[in-house]
C-alpha cells in the first residue's frame, strides 16, 4: 500500500493519540512526517518513546510537505494551521469545526488551490442521516449539549458575562442560540454542533442549546431533526478526556478512523 504522508499540528488530547495510533502502524497506509506544537519541548518528550519519531516544528508553515495535515490544536490558532496547508493544496483535516464556521471562507479558498477540507464526525452521531436527510428539505435541527460545568471553563461568553458555574447544584442553561453565535462564544466546546450544521441546514439555521450541569459525568448531545422525509432524534454520551474535559474519548478515534476511512477498500457510510 502507497503510504500517505501526515503531519499533525497540536499535540494535545486528540493529536498525540491521533499520532500514536499512526507510529504503531494502526493507520495502515499513513506516515507521519512532521508535527508541530506550541512547547517543542514538551512535544518531543511526548514523542520520545516513539518508533520513528517525527520532527517537531515550530511553525504551521513547516508542515505543508505533508500531504494531509491533521489540525488538532486550539481554536485560536486555527488560521495559522488552516491557511498555509490550503495554500499549498493540502487536504486538511479539521477538528476545530467551530474555527471553520467562523473562516467559512477558507472553503473557496480550498477550491481556488486544489485544496480540500475534511471535517471529522468527532463525537456526533447520525451525520449520515442529516447529510442525506439535506438532499432533501431539513425543516429545524436543535441540538442541546450538556457537560459539567469544568467542561466549560475558559469560555469567551462565560467571561465576558463573568458568568460563574462555581458550586453549581442544578443544572443551568449558559446559552441558546444558532451555530454561528455558539461557535464564536464556545469556541473549544462546540465543534459537534458545527459539523451538524455544516452537513444540515448551515450555522443561522441550526439551533443550540448549551447547559453545565452538575449532575452528567459525560459530554452529552441530544439532537432533533424534522425533516420532510424523516423525523428523527439522537443522543450520544461520551467520556471526557480526563486530560481536556471539554473534548471527548471519541474525539481522536474520529480522527483516525476518518484517516482509515480514505484508504478503505470497503468505506461504510456517506
Not at 63 to 86: C, G, S, Y
Not at 116 to 129: E, N, Y
Request: some cysteine.
Amino acid at each position: 500500500m502507497t503510504q500517505t504522508t501526515v503531519a499533525i499540528a497540536g499535540l494535545g488530547a486528540i493529536g498525540l493519540s491521533v499520532a500514536r495510533a499512526i507510529d504503531q502502524g494502526r493507520v495502515p497506509g499513513f506516515r507521519l512526517v512532521s508535527v508541530a506544537s506550541g512547547n517543542t519541548a514538551k512535544a518531543r518528550a511526548a514523542l520520545s518513546d516513539f518508533a520513528a519519531p517525527p520532527p517537531v516544528r515550530e511553525t504551521a508553515e513547516e508542515l505543508v510537505d505533508a500531504e494531509i495535515v491533521v489540525e488538532a490544536a486550539p481554536a485560536a490558532t486555527f488560521l495559522d494551521i488552516a491557511r498555509p496547508a490550503i495554500a499549498a493544496g493540502r487536504t486538511l483535516i479539521a477538528c476545530s469545526g467551530g474555527a471553520l464556521l467562523r473562516h467559512f471562507y477558507l472553503v473557496d479558498e480550498a477550491d481556488q488551490h486544489g485544496a480540500r477540507i475534511i471535517v471529522p464526525t468527532g463525537a456526533l452521531i447520525g451525520l449520515d442521516a442529516v447529510r442525506a436527510a439535506a438532499q432533501g428539505t431539513i425543516h429545524s435541527v436543535l441540538i442541546e449539549t450538556r457537560k459539567a460545568p469544568r467542561g466549560w471553563l475558559g469560555a469567551p461568553f462565560l467571561t465576558e458575562r463573568t458568568m460563574s458555574l462555581d458550586n453549581l447544584e442544578v443544572p443551568l442553561c449558559i446559552f441558546e442560540g444558532n451555530a454561528l453565535e455558539a461557535a464564536i462564544g464556545f469556541p473549544a466546546n462546540v465543534n459537534v454542533a458545527a459539523a451538524l450544521a455544516m452537513a444540515g441546514i448551515g450555522p443561522e439555521r441550526t439551533q443550540i442549546r448549551l447547559f453545565a450541569d452538575p449532575h452528567v459525568e459525560r459530554n452529552t448531545h441530544r439532537i432533533e431533526v424534522e425533516a420532510d422525509v424523516a423525523r428523527f432524534s439522537m443522543t450520544i454520551e461520551g467520556v471526557p478526556n480526563p486530560e481536556n474535559p471539554r473534548t471527548g474519548l471519541l474525539t481522536p478515534l474520529s480522527v483516525i478512523a476518518c484517516l482509515r476511512g480514505l484508504k478503505d477498500t470497503l468505506k461504510v457510510g456517506t
